[in-house]
């Protein structure tokens, strides 16, 4: 191998994040994605600004970037639509190359001199990020680490491991839990307990590969369309966590009259994580490899006409802000990651009284607040509360944001 000798090095880091180790390999910072019509959107506002009438009335003069913002925070201080992020970036596309990597301390200033709205940043400071010396010794943390989410993705990240949709046979066909250790009923983190497959081949414990973790569920409940009453897709309730320990076996033995006979030994499983205590029946599904993602909120460029089925959490009748529901929408309609939608309240239907005829009139509908989708599936998506005015509930109709 050959010996790398450095002397001093000195290195600005640009807009671009980089990520500098001498003693490992390099970390690879998330890609975030930007769409086709994004980069258009932000390329035309480059050339034009932004309407003055699409500015928020208290659109701050300056802002600094602090840590903890998202795109979508610093988006809702200057536009009307948060989701409209991609003017935003237009604003100063000649200084942000790549939206997602703006950074705490860079300060955004509003020019509204020619009677179109731009972002400008600060001469000296915009992209003039400190100048870092290396030697053989250092490791530079990834700047990427530091860079703008487009959303707080704590928010999201719980419900991409917990709820799931499965089809009618989903879980009836996954290994079950059959026994607990010691005969116990109700299972915990820590307790030790049996499962089998259906097959009775599905729980093998592979010595040269990472341990196998599952997720354990409950029953699945339907979720049905609101105005069809069409059952979209099942709800599997997450209970908790477990690890394989040994593999599901048979072996052959004699009974008393020396009769061979085969018998069943159980997969033995762990339970590592309990959201509530789990029992025998519950279902066994793998657990999905870890996906980092990152959404980017925008409008659908379909007309959506979608409604709420439900709202996450068996306890909950109404959806506040940054709860998770599900919509009747999903791959097949088009629903993507990143799709926003305005949530519209159903105007009052009563009696007009300042008619002597006392005709019934409906009011209309008023818009509610905003949810993204981040999870979708065939028929199904699940879709975060992003801002509320009022709570959300079951049949509530969403359409496109503009």
Avoid at 149 to 171: N, Q, W, Y
């Amino acid at each position: 191998m050959a010996k790398l000798t450095l002397t001093k090095v000195s290195l600005r880091l640009t807009g671009v994040a980089m990520a500098c180790n001498l003693l490992a390999p390099p970390v690879m910072a998330q890609t975030y994605p930007i769409t086709a019509q994004q980069r258009a959107t932000a390329a035309q506002v480059a050339q034009s600004g932004v309407a003055l009438s699409d500015l928020r009335p208290n659109a701050p003069q300056s802002y600094t970037v602090k840590s903890g913002d998202t795109l979508w925070d610093i988006s809702g201080l200057f536009l009307k639509n948060a989701w409209r992020w991609p003017e935003l970036w237009g604003m100063n596309l000649a200084d942000i190359k790549n939206p997602h990597l703006i950074y705490p301390g860079q300060t955004l200033f509003l020019d509204t001199s020619d009677g179109r709205a731009r972002l400008r940043m600060r001469a000296g400071t915009g992209n003039d990020l400190p100048t870092v010396r290396l030697s053989p010794r250092t490791r530079i943390e990834s700047l990427a680490a530091n860079a703008l989410p487009t959303l707080k993705s704590h928010l999201i990240e719980p419900f991409l491991a917990e709820p799931v949709i499965v089809d009618e046979l989903g879980l009836s066909t996954s290994p079950r839990i059959v026994a607990a250790q010691d005969s116990r009923v109700l299972l915990t983190r820590g307790d030790r307990a049996y499962a089998r497959s259906a097959t009775g081949t599905g729980l093998i414990d592979d010595p040269k590969q990472t341990q196998k973790a599952y997720r354990v569920f409950r029953n699945a409940t339907p979720l049905k369309d609101p105005l069809t009453g069409e059952v979209l897709g099942y709800e599997a309730q997450y209970v908790g966590k477990a690890l394989l320990a040994r593999s599901e076996t048979t072996q052959s033995s004699n009974d008393a009259e020396g009769k061979s006979r085969t018998e069943i030994i159980p997969a033995t499983i762990d339970i590592t994580d309990a959201k509530e205590e789990m029992r025998v029946g519950d279902r066994l599904l793998p657990e999905p490899p870890r996906e980092l993602q990152n959404y980017v909120p925008h409008a659908p460029q379909i007309p959506v006409d979608a409604r709420i089925v439900s709202v996450y959490g068996s306890a909950v009748a109404n959806a506040a802000q940054n709860q998770v529901v599900v919509i009747n929408r999903g791959t097949r309609d088009g629903m993507e990651s990143g799709h926003v939608l305005a949530i519209m309240k159903a105007g009052a239907r009563l009696v007009d009284k300042t008619d002597t005829a006392l005709p019934q009139i409906k009011l209309p509908d008023e818009r509610n607040g905003l949810l993204m989708v981040f999870r979708t599936f065939e028929k199904l998506s699940y879709a975060l509360v992003l801002d509320i005015t009022s709570g959300v509930k079951v049949g509530d109709h969403l359409v496109n944001p503009n």
